[in-house]
């Protein structure tokens, strides 16, 4: 359907003057559509039957959505897009897209298919923010604190070189510490030091001092690396202080209690994939008495109770009602004024919907103790040692809780939303669903947790990022896209990334033996 500025042809509404049923199918005026992968064909077809071909561009974002799959249900219609695509003005737009020569078959079938057609390759690093990457011990992991064996640590710096995006993910106070010590140690190459490379005040900025440590990472005395190495690991503290009394098994994990005020300065993602897994270690592990827990969960239910019944009043009423979507020229739908005035004439519809808002007014909101939501300075007095004053907290209001209440979603969910932690799973329900991207688009929630598959597209601002153990198949693109979810916001804040199996984030920083996304696209975006 049309936007009005983009409708050329229409009647208009006879009461307001304004414009009435739009012809959709006249798109003269039409200067953009947003698509998704399965419509668009019918979209290019659109704009090729108002516009010659040279004057039409295809943006196509995310390009590698679902690449790092062998096999998924929308592999053959991405392939039969290619192969159909008419326009031969195409833009990939993607963080992770791989390389010219990875993709090599993917080019040369473009140029077949295009007399005269030209690459070009744009590429930028964003190093206005440090985005640190912790392991599962809290502490900052970059290249040289990963590699005690000179050689590895070298093919690492040229991995990083080929792929500088990774460089906002290293810790600028950590950098910082190792250029003073291999500078003052004379581990550097003399015509690598800092003094030779950064030559003014003005010089200095996060930018080049992390291109400075790039470079110097090739040019160390390889006989004293391991040394180095082992007190730069040896020195090395956790990025937050320990402010609780956490035990080393549980440290860094307890985000509803002990580890709470680390969640700094806006909402945390925690992807993972079984997110009613992680949701259920939360209910658990937030330190809520068995009683305390036990009334709340029996209020829910009773709201489940009242919830059944008023779904089953509603199917009942629906039925009676009819279903019709047709709509009048001001947009209200012809079935709302027909059921207006059908329910004034049929008793029964009238008292259907007496009993429907009678058990509604039954719904009433169910509220933890503000020493069990997570960063409340009642919560912070239990669980730190120093209060943290930009530990971030959620903000659920009383309205949003009864919303949930009403809807017919399981009493875990509900029970995570008092902890301002929203869940985003497969096949969810769509009010829930639409509610906590209204919460997350207005920074409310504390915690998301969510599987791999929903950070393409996603645009929420997050300060922290999890990485669940569970995530051991993602390729490094997938890897590199999810961290792409944070620090999307204010630049004077603290993000960071934080990976629950060094594993994954271990394959991060090497070249991979296979690029599973450069495969598939040269398999799918081929004639």
């Known amino acids: 359907r049309l936007h009005y500025f983009a409708s050329a042809t229409y009647t208009k509404n006879r009461r307001t003057g304004g414009i009435g049923k739009v012809d959709n199918s006249v798109g003269h005026k039409v200067e953009i559509m947003i698509c998704d992968v399965q ?13 010659p071909e040279q004057n039409i561009i295809t943006y196509w974002d995310e390009p590698t959505i679902t690449m790092d799959y062998e096999t998924h249900e929308l592999h053959a219609q991405i392939h039969r897009n290619w192969k159909e695509n008419q326009i031969s003005k195409l833009v990939l737009s993607c963080a992770t897209l791989p390389k010219e020569r990875e993709i090599a078959d993917t080019i040369s079938d ?11 390759t ?33 093919r690492c710096a040229a991995h990083c070189e080929d792929n500088k995006t990774l460089l906002r993910y290293f810790d600028l106070s950590e ?16 015509e690598y030091k800092i003094d030779a490379y950064i030559t003014s005040l003005s010089e200095i900025t996060m930018n080049s001092l992390k291109t400075y440590y790039l470079k110097s990472l090739g040019h160390l005395d390889a006989s004293r690396w391991k040394e180095t190495h082992a007190h730069l690991v040896a020195t090395q503290t956790p990025k937050f202080a320990d402010n ?3 035990t080393v ?106 009993q429907i808002e009678k058990l509604r007014c039954q719904i009433r909101s169910v509220n933890l103790d503000e020493e069990f939501i997570p960063n409340t300075p009642a919560h912070q007095k239990i669980w730190t040692t120093t209060p943290v004053p930009n530990a971030f907290v959620p903000r659920i209001e009383e309205e949003t809780v009864r919303e949930i209440m009403e809807l017919d979603v ?58 669940g153990k569970d995530l051991t198949y993602m390729t490094q693109q997938k890897i590199i896209q999810a961290m792409g979810r944070i620090g999307r916001n204010k630049v004077q804040q603290e993000y960071t990334v934080r990976f629950r199996d060094d594993a994954i984030m271990e394959r991060l920083f090497r070249t991979m033996d296979e690029n599973r996304e450069a495969i598939n696209m040269g398999k799918l975006f081929n004639s």
């Open 410 to 467: 399981d009493s875990q969910m509900k029970m995570l939303l008092l902890l301002g932690i929203g869940m985003f799973r497969t096949n969810p329900n769509i009010q829930y669903m639409e509610i906590m991207k209204r919460l997350a688009y207005e920074q409310r929630l504390f915690l998301i947790i969510a599987s791999s598959d929903y950070i393409y597209g996603t645009n929420y601002s997050f300060c922290h990022g999890f990485i």
């Open 39 to 51: 419509s668009y064909l019918t979209a290019m077809h659109y704009m090729l039957a108002f516009n």
């Open 110 to 120: 473009f140029r077949a298919r295009f007399d005269c057609a030209e690459i070009h």
């Open 175 to 190: 950098i910082i510490r190792y250029i003073k010590y291999v500078n003052k140690h004379d581990i550097v190459e003399e």
């Open 249 to 354: 098994a549980g440290r860094g994990i307890m985000l509803t209690t002990s580890d709470a005020s680390t969640l700094t300065d806006g909402p945390t993602i925690f992807l993972a994939d079984d997110v009613e897994k992680i949701g259920r270690f939360y209910i658990q592990n937030s330190a809520i008495p068995a009683t305390a827990l036990g009334q709340i969960m029996n209020k829910i239910e009773t709201m489940n109770e009242i919830q059944e019944r008023m779904s089953k009043l509603q199917k009942t009423l629906d039925d009676k009602l009819g279903v019709s979507k047709e709509t009048t020229d001001d947009g209200t739908t012809k079935n709302e004024r027909k059921n207006e005035r059908r329910a004034q004439l049929d008793p029964e519809i009238s008292v259907l919907t007496t």
């Open 244 to 246: 609780t009394s956490t």
């Open 122 to 154: 744009i590429n930028s690093y964003d190093f206005k923010k440090t985005i640190s990457i912790l392991n599962k011990d809290g502490m900052c992991v970059l290249p040289h604190l990963m590699y005690s064996d000179y050689d590895e640590l070298r």
